[in-house]
């Protein structure tokens, strides 16, 4: 979703915020824009679609300072118009927003009464106007924009570009906010990936707090009181934070390849430091799991395995569907947030809620420094690496096996769970083979033109089938289901017709019977049946080949969905690292 990237430091600004953005691509973003001051005047350049391979370096290039964004449209259709940084009537500034104005259609309504003219569709237009409206009183750009920004609603971080001295101002509330601290220059960010190749050194804002650069210097702001304060510099750790292919020709290929190493990683925890979060669960009277999307399957398969191997009752929660359990929310419950960016307003709203009602929060996050880290009592990483390919793979598989081994952590078997993974991961690295990979080519042309698909699971695959379903659909464009194989007869079974192919996930459980019925129950009815499973029948009119993961089967036949949306998304010419419409990071509601 929405990125933005200032910098101030050395000529040649405008190709330094360009490779930012690039930087910030992977959040997703369908229009640009940047700004840079020079000699008293801002000069802007805004584009719908991605930025490619345009350089600014004969434009400009003597600017030091300016500030860029990537947009997601929410307010306004995809235009050169809306796209950010917004200009002050009398272009004495610019400014970008990550976020939503929730009252931008009554400040709107007030300014036009006032005579304000507009440009654009866009809610961030309001926040502009809105400065432009206090600086007649303040006189003073710092105050009017602290004064403009209290007066919003909503989750919004914003960043202003003076025109007549090198000054920026950035507030963060909601959406992430980082200063990366370099030699003589200083970078503004969503996020710390996008300058990890210039400095490892940062200031990660929380919610309501300020930063200026003016007058050669860096200024920390709390803006509800008005208060300076000393910032925290933290240190990155590099290690993780390198964006490259590596020779595949696209990172959705890379990370789900990466899964050899990944799931084992998620799991680097000594015992002791899943105790407090044990004990929690067990002196708990209700567990909550909770997350969006992908990260929201991972939320029920990790209460699954809470249930099943731990027999704690466990209940997952949709992020964005937390309204009827508020008043159940009570002080001693323990949540659980799943999410790979740490950043997903729906999770981060449920988190809030949840901990003012005195639950106690952990979370299990791959993006160091996020808000859903900052929030939590019990916090763990993934250490997955970045996961630039916008639908999540590695991800997921990581989150299931933490999950894992909190479940048997919590019955007392730590080790175990542990054993388990590492056999899975050693069993998943011998997996990737070309033989696999053309044999799940070959199933991705012969359905490619199919327009509707099902997949179904049962008990451990149930979350596989959504997952699975979600990644085809993200990936290919196409109408994609996934259900509860016992759901079929009862309504689902009617969408079969001569033809249509079926995932039919078979694991090495009590279900295998069930499954095989299911199968039996679809081909008969047409269907071109194709099982994810360990061992092949008669049934299957093709199959993705798999190996029994035991209890951790979950991370294991996915992988089986990941390879096929790749593969299918290739066939069909799609853009699988950025899907349309699509963002990495969700930080509106
Ligand atoms: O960053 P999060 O894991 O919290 O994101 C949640 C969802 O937006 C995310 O999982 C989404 O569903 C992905 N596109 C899935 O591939």
């Known amino acids: 979703m929405c990125g933005i990237f200032g910098y101030v430091g050395s000529p040649g600004a405008s190709n330094t915020i360009l490779t930012g953005l690039k930087r910030?691509?992977?959040?997703?973003?369908?229009s640009w824009g940047i700004a840079v001051k020079h000699n008293g005047s801002i000069d802007m350049t805004k584009q719908v679609g991605a930025i490619?391979?345009?350089?600014?370096?004969?434009k400009l290039n003597r600017a030091c300072i300016g500030i860029g964004h990537t947009r997601w449209a929410t307010h306004g259709g995809t235009t050169v118009n809306n796209a950010h940084p917004h200009i002050a009537t009398d272009g004495s500034f610019v400014l970008a927003q990550n976020g939503i104005v929730e009252n931008y259609q009554h400040l709107k309504a007030e300014f036009e009464k006032k005579g304000y003219s507009f440009v654009s569709e866009t809610d961030t237009e309001v926040i502009v106007r809105l400065i432009e409206d206090t600086l007649k009183t303040t006189r003073d750009l710092t105050t009017a924009v602290r004064e403009a920004f209290l007066t919003l609603t909503g989750r919004n971080t914003i960043i202003v570009l003076s025109a007549d001295s090198d000054r920026i101002i950035a507030v963060r509330n909601g959406s992430p906010l980082v200063v990366g601290i370099g030699d003589d220059e200083f970078f503004f960010s969503s996020d710390t990936l996008s300058f990890a190749d210039k400095t490892s050194s940062a200031v990660l804002l929380e919610n309501h707090e300020m930063v200026k650069f003016d007058n050669g210097k860096l200024t920390f702001v709390n803006v509800m009181t008005g208060k300076a304060?000393?910032?925290?510099?933290?240190?990155?750790d590099h290690t993780t934070t390198t964006i490259d292919k590596e020779g595949y020709d696209?990172?959705?290929?890379?990370?789900?390849?990466?899964?050899?190493d990944t799931i084992r990683e998620a799991v680097q925890y000594d015992e002791s430091e899943f105790a407090p979060l044990v004990n929690a669960i067990h002196n708990a009277k209700s567990v909550y799991t909770v997350g969006a999307g992908t990260a929201g399957f991972a939320a029920g398969q990790i209460a699954y395995f809470l249930r099943t191997v731990a027999?704690?009752?466990?209940?997952?929660l949709k992020s964005y569907e937390t309204l009827g359990f508020e008043n159940h929310f009570a002080k001693g419950d323990v949540l659980i947030a799943v999410s790979q960016s740490g950043e997903t307003a729906d999770t981060i709203e449920a988190v809030e809620k949840a901990k003012s009602k005195g639950v106690a929060i952990a979370s299990i996050v791959n993006m160091m420094g996020s808000s859903l880290i900052r929030l939590s009592d019990h916090a763990f990483l993934t250490r997955s690496g970045p996961e630039i390919c916008v639908a999540s793979t590695k991800a997921y598989t990581a989150q299931l096996s933490w999950g894992l081994v909190l479940a048997f952590a919590s019955a007392g078997k730590f080790k175990d769970g542990v054993s388990v993974i590492n056999r899975v991961s050693k069993q998943i690295s011998g997996y990737f083979t070309d033989e696999l990979f053309s044999r799940i080519k070959g199933i991705a042309s012969g359905i490619c033109s199919n327009e509707h698909f099902f997949v179904l699971g049962k008990g451990q695959h149930y979350y596989t089938a959504l997952e699975g379903a979600l990644k085809i659909k993200e990936i290919t464009y196409k109408h994609v289901e996934g259900f509860a194989a016992g759901e079929l007869k009862h309504g689902v079974i009617a969408l079969i017709e001569k033809g249509t192919p079926v995932f039919v996930i078979?694991?090495?459980?009590?279900?295998?019977?069930?499954?095989?019925?299911?199968?039996?129950?679809?081909?008969?009815?047409?269907?071109?049946?194709?099982?994810?499973?360990?061992?092949t029948s008669t049934l299957f009119d093709d199959m993705i080949p798999s190996f029994p993961g035991g209890i951790a089967d979950p991370a294991v036949k996915i992988i089986g969905f990941q390879l096929l949306s790749y593969f299918l998304g290739v066939a069909l010419g799609n853009n699988v690292d950025k899907p349309r419409n699509l963002a990495k990071s969700v930080t509106v509601k």
Do not use: C, W
């Open 24 to 30: 910030l691509e992977y959040r997703g973003y369908d």
């Open 52 to 58: 490619g391979d345009i350089d600014l370096s004969n």
């Open 229 to 236: 304060f000393d910032p925290q510099i933290q240190t990155l």
């Open 250 to 260: 696209h990172y959705m290929l890379k990370e789900i390849v990466e899964q050899r």
């Open 311 to 316: 027999s704690v009752n466990a209940v997952e």
């Open 506 to 535: 078979v694991g090495d459980d009590e279900h295998r019977a069930d499954m095989y019925t299911v199968a039996a129950e679809v081909k008969s009815r047409g269907a071109y049946v194709i099982g994810v499973a360990d061992r």
